[in-house]
């Protein structure tokens, strides 16, 4: 028996851009080794392996890898495997789609855009903002000086499930300088801060956004990502707690991937409530590839 997968581009606007991702159905039977195994063949950012039936509470339980590691939590993963068990499990019709992960279950909306395009919208989980970094440290690990590193608000570790540093810097000249070098980040990471750093500053490539992006993160060696939602839900819960933004309720545009050859576009939707935050990340999908992972093997 085979297992049918498919590869979609998340947080795209045109097929071959924003984050590809594999997404494998039938998973009951295949182990965690051979995950690991398949996500690593894959190479993607992450590979997600779906249940084939929903659970109880109607949530499609789904398990994220990374080439390295299973992980709990990761945006562009939710939004790819709800708009695949929508449109692969005869559920068109539904607005609304359950996805249980490590970290808790996931409500994933679809909802038409002004331009006559469907968005997917996930609400993130509970998130916490941590220690702050020094900024000399985090300059030299990712290859710039002082003067790049913006001041308005610190470097910051937010975490649900996973966890990334926030770093603001000053230019897009800076985000397209930044390299993040594993041995100069030691010492970031004997006090225990993540190789995980979400970089963004307020300068675009196009008018029309809000904010440049870039993530890089450890997998074998560095890699970085063309479009990182939970890095996004990240800096929306960032935002909102430095009062970044005077409003208490915001929604931006954030480019990212312009460096890989993969423009991408993630929606933020930011607001402080009575009752705390609330941060939804949205953006587009686009189909690529339908095919069959063979049993050999597994």
């Known amino acids: 028996?085979?297992?049918?997968?498919?590869?979609?581009?998340?947080?795209?606007?045109?097929?071959?851009?924003?984050?590809?991702?594999?997404?494998?159905?039938?998973?009951?039977?295949?182990?965690?080794?051979t995950m690991q195994q398949i996500a690593a063949e894959m190479n993607f950012s992450e590979t997600t392996f779906l249940m084939a039936s929903?659970?109880?509470?109607?949530?499609?339980?789904?398990?994220?890898?990374?080439?390295?590691?299973?992980?709990?939590?990761?945006?562009?993963?939710?939004?790819?495997?709800?708009?695949?068990?929508?449109r692969h499990l005869g559920l068109e019709s539904c607005r609304q789609i359950l996805l249980n992960l490590a970290s808790g279950q996931i409500a994933v909306r679809f909802e038409a855009a002004a331009d006559g395009s469907e968005l997917i919208w996930f609400a993130a989980p509970p998130m916490s903002l941590g220690k702050t970094a020094p900024a000399d440290q985090v300059a030299a690990a990712l290859g710039l000086s002082m003067d790049d590193i913006g001041t308005q608000s610190p470097i910051q570790v937010v975490s649900a499930g996973t966890a990334a540093m926030i770093v603001?810097?000053?230019?897009?000249?800076?985000?397209?300088?930044?390299?993040?070098?594993?041995?100069?980040?030691?010492?970031?990471?004997?006090?225990?801060?993540?190789?995980?750093?979400?970089?963004?500053?307020?300068?675009?490539?196009?008018?029309?956004?809000?904010?440049?992006?870039?993530?890089?993160?450890?997998a074998h060696g560095v890699r970085e990502d063309p479009a990182t939602g939970n890095g996004a839900a990240f800096l929306g819960a960032y935002l909102l707690a430095h009062r970044v933004y005077a409003e208490a309720e915001?929604?931006?545009?954030?480019?990212?991937?312009?460096?890989?050859?993969r423009p991408s576009l993630v929606m933020l939707r930011a607001q402080m409530t009575n009752?705390?935050?609330?941060?939804?990340?949205?953006?587009?999908?686009?189909?690529?590839?339908?095919?069959?992972?063979?049993?050999?093997?597994l």
């Open 1 to 33: 028996m085979g297992y049918s997968f498919y590869m979609v581009d998340v947080f795209a606007e045109r097929a071959f851009s924003g984050n590809p991702l594999a997404v494998l159905f039938g998973a009951e039977s295949i182990s965690d080794a």
């Open 54 to 86: 929903p659970e109880e509470d109607g949530g499609y339980r789904t398990r994220i890898f990374t080439p390295a590691r299973e992980i709990a939590f990761a945006g562009h993963p939710i939004l790819g495997t709800a708009w695949v068990v929508r």
């Open 168 to 218: 603001p810097l000053r230019s897009l000249d800076a985000l397209r300088r930044s390299r993040l070098d594993l041995g100069a980040f030691e010492p970031l990471a004997e006090q225990g801060f993540p190789p995980l750093v979400y970089l963004y500053c307020e300068e675009t490539h196009h008018p029309h956004n809000d904010l440049c992006a870039r993530f890089f993160f450890e």
């Open 250 to 261: 915001f929604e931006l545009r954030i480019e990212q991937g312009y460096e890989v050859r």
């Open 275 to 297: 009752t705390g935050q609330q941060v939804s990340i949205g953006g587009h999908v686009v189909e690529t590839v339908h095919g069959e992972l063979l049993s050999t093997g």
